[in-house]
């Protein structure tokens, strides 16, 4: 079992910044790998970033990519989301979700998830 916590989401003009942490508990984190979604409003969640365990392999989404990054720190069990130069339209609950296999986060069909939190970008 993993569980996850989200934080760092807030209020932000639009051009600023935000990072995003994920924070995972359970023996069953080791070897995972993570990922983050977000939903807006009216939505259906969409993938954001993934990151394999041992952090060489990442994935982006097409809207994201140049601007976010995706990190771990596998000593702290921690995911971040690093959000630059951010829009209007990232506007969102921000979901960290985690799994074995990298294809299988991407994909939406991780086992574990967090509760979110929500980034509210500002024109």
């Known amino acids: 079992q993993v569980q996850l916590v989200e934080s760092g989401g807030g209020l932000v003009q639009a051009g600023g910044s935000l990072r995003l942490s994920c924070a995972a508990s359970g023996r069953s984190f080791s070897g995972s790998a993570m990922g983050w979604f977000r939903q807006a409003p009216g939505k259906e969640r969409d993938f954001v970033a993934a990151i394999s365990w041992s952090g060489y392999s990442t994935r982006y989404a097409d809207s994201v990519k140049g601007r976010f990054t995706i990190s771990r720190d596998n000593a702290k069990n921690t995911v971040y989301l690093q959000m630059n130069s951010l829009k209007p339209e990232d506007t969102a609950v921000y979901y960290c979700?985690?799994?074995?296999?990298?294809?299988?986060?991407?994909?939406?069909?991780?086992?574990?998830w967090g509760q979110g939190t929500q980034v509210t970008v500002s024109s």
């Open positions: 979700a985690a799994d074995f296999r990298i294809e299988t986060v991407v994909s939406a069909a991780a086992r574990y």
